[in-house]
């Protein structure tokens, strides 16, 4: 929600802005769509409207349409990457991984797997060609559906060498990470798991929607 708002918030201003100072100005209106897009799709929780495709690609009509967003999302994510100082990934547990979006090179050897969460950005194209590339878009500060995430926890299930990766590896990865790690019985709950996943990949840090998330994601069904 909060999310949504935000971008929603952004949009209107810059249609305003736009709106008033007329001329070069009107420009704003498109950046002030690509936000309100953008917005929507939070307050729907529907990741398909940021055109991620299965392959790891974004349609080319989400490019248009979101390219003033994408190219904020990108300039931030090159920012953290140049001046951050966390490792692009970390391995939690033994065969399993936790880190941002990677490039090509930077898949750690043993990876039979790579899960991409993000909805933001395309997987850069040797990942793509991973033959373990599996493509679940997730929205920034969220998880996947419940139903979702247990399907991915059936299937991730006994798997090793699992890369696990979102923007920038710490909320939407760690969320499919810490249920994993539950679901192995490695931990009593949420908390103590995080815990743990913070001392090797510091800087992971769910939100209430994800523990929630993790929350109903245990419980049984329709319970």
Not at 9 to 20: K, P
Not at 58 to 64: M, P, Y
Not at 76 to 93: I, M, Q
Not at 107 to 135: K, N, Q, S
Request: glycine fraction near 10%; hydrophobic fraction near 50%.
């Amino acid at each position: 929600m909060r999310y949504g708002l935000t971008f929603l918030a952004l949009s209107a201003a810059l249609a305003a802005l736009a709106v008033l100072a007329g001329g070069a100005a009107l420009v704003l209106l498109w950046p002030a769509m690509s936000f309100g897009l953008v917005g929507a799709a939070y307050l729907a929780r529907r990741p398909a409207l940021l055109g991620k495709r299965p392959d790891g690609t974004q349609a080319a009509w989400a490019l248009v349409l979101l390219g003033p967003y994408f190219l904020l999302t990108w300039a931030t994510w090159r920012a953290e990457r140049a001046l951050g100082r966390a490792d692009c990934a970390n391995e939690v547990v033994p065969g399993l991984w936790v880190g941002r979006r990677p490039l090509g090179d930077e898949l750690p050897a043993g990876v039979r797997l790579v899960v991409d969460m993000t909805a933001e950005f395309p997987a850069a194209a040797a990942v793509r060609r991973h033959p373990g590339y599996l493509c679940v878009p997730t929205l920034d500060g969220t998880g996947p559906e419940v139903e979702r995430l247990r399907e991915l926890i059936e299937r991730l299930r006994g798997v090793d060498g699992v890369y696990l990766h979102c923007a920038s590896g710490r909320g939407r990865s760690a969320t499919l990470a810490i249920a994993l790690l539950l679901e192995r019985g490695l931990a009593a709950d949420v908390d103590e798991v995080e815990a743990q996943l913070r001392q090797r990949r510091p800087g992971i840090q769910l939100n209430a929607a994800q523990r929630e998330l993790l929350r109903r994601a245990r419980a049984r069904p329709g319970a």
